[in-house]
């Protein structure tokens, strides 16, 4: 059986682009030696700010911290029902038990497989039946498409509730021409490598356009600190991007626009050849994704994959088990329609090689590679 000869994702290929960049921003940072909270840190988000349109960018140091962070903010605990997919990483959810409120599950959509906002009304009805307080949807930008915001804000206003979109794979992506980071209250994002804007370890942020909501976000990310260090004036934890990650970052977002450009053109080259062959994603005629990933959705997936395999392609199952089935979650509520979608789409989906320097005749080998394996 043949190894895969194709990178899923090829990390070495944009290193080889900017090595230079990326050796003088790492020796930089070791010169001057604030290795927390240095220069840099402020200098990315402010970049950060200008590529988004986001008022406020305030990095941390993982993606799941930043959806904590949001929930503290918002003061969410018991009682609390917070509304997540079924079909997403586990850190969407993770978050909410921690702070002692309840994750309640709700389907996805199947052609965007993001969240389903018929099922979340349904979903803020049966928490209310259930004795609990909706307070917070999070919707989840998968695979690199923005969620409906347009359907799911008026939602979330009419049951007073916040909306925190999870960017941690939509970074780059839009909604009616407005880029993720200010489509919601709230965004959360992470750089975790292999994420479209990735740096060399752990690193997250939060943006947000409200001032009040940014100060917070300063506070609790180092400790609930308050006008003076030693002055804690709430309970926080420690979460801050390191200075040598935001380097880093500084160099990738220079060459972001162009890499999701690259991204984008290789995901309209995959569509029109597989899509008479095979379910392709969808993407929202209103929207643009960043395509994180690139994901088909095939009932005999593992046969599929078995035969990709043999013919040197690379491919992967995310999210192969729906939240509400995985044993730490299994016992929280869903809404009462069910999330047979979220379901459904855990046994089916299958992500191809995605990122900027895949070439033509690679693409070409994957494409050959699904048809032939159909």
Not at 159 to 170: T, Y
Request: aromatic letters at 8%.
């Amino acid at each position: 059986m043949s190894q895969p000869s194709i990178p899923f994702i090829d990390l070495k290929a944009q290193r080889d682009r900017i090595r230079d960049k990326i050796d003088a921003a790492i020796a930089k940072v070791i010169d001057h030696g604030a290795f927390i909270m240095g220069p840099e840190v402020g200098e990315f988000e402010s970049k950060l700010a200008d590529f988004t349109g986001a008022d406020h960018v305030l990095s941390c140091a993982n993606g799941t911290d930043a959806l904590q962070l949001v929930l503290m903010a918002e003061g969410i605990g018991p009682g609390d029902a917070v509304f997540v997919p079924a079909m997403t990483f586990v850190a969407t959810a993770e978050v909410v038990p921690l702070l002692g409120a309840t994750p309640f599950f709700v389907d996805v959509l199947p052609d965007t497989f993001n969240m389903d906002p018929n099922s979340l009304k349904q979903a803020v009805l049966d928490a209310r039946a259930q004795g609990l307080t909706p307070k917070i949807v999070i919707p989840v930008d998968l695979f690199g498409q923005p969620a409906d915001y347009d359907q799911i804000n008026p939602i979330a206003a009419e049951n007073d509730m916040i909306v925190v979109a999870d960017s941690a794979q939509g970074l780059g992506g839009s909604l009616n021409g407005v880029r993720a980071g200010k489509l919601a209250t709230w965004t959360t994002t992470s750089f975790f490598p292999a994420k479209p804007l990735g740096c060399y370890g752990d690193g997250g942020a939060v943006m947000t356009d409200d001032p009040e909501r940014a100060e917070l976000i300063k506070s609790l990310r180092v400790h609930g600190k308050g006008g003076d260090k030693y002055d804690n004036v709430r309970v926080g934890v420690n979460s801050r991007l390191d200075t040598l990650q935001a380097a880093i970052l500084i160099e990738k977002l220079a060459i972001f626009e162009d890499e999701l450009k690259a991204r984008d053109r290789i995901a309209q080259r995959y569509s029109e050849r597989l899509g008479a062959y095979i379910q392709t994603p969808r993407v929202m005629q209103k929207a643009t994704s960043s395509w994180a990933q690139y994901t088909l959705v095939h009932d005999g997936r593992d046969q599929l994959q078995a035969s990709l395999k043999e013919q040197g392609v690379p491919s992967v199952f995310y999210y192969p088990i729906a939240l509400n089935q995985q044993t730490g979650y299994a016992t929280y509520p869903c809404c009462q329609q069910g999330v047979d979608v979220s379901e459904r789409l855990a046994k089916s989906v299958i992500s191809l090689p995605m990122h900027p320097y895949l070439e033509e005749d690679a693409q070409d080998m994957i494409i050959e590679a699904v048809i032939k394996s159909l």
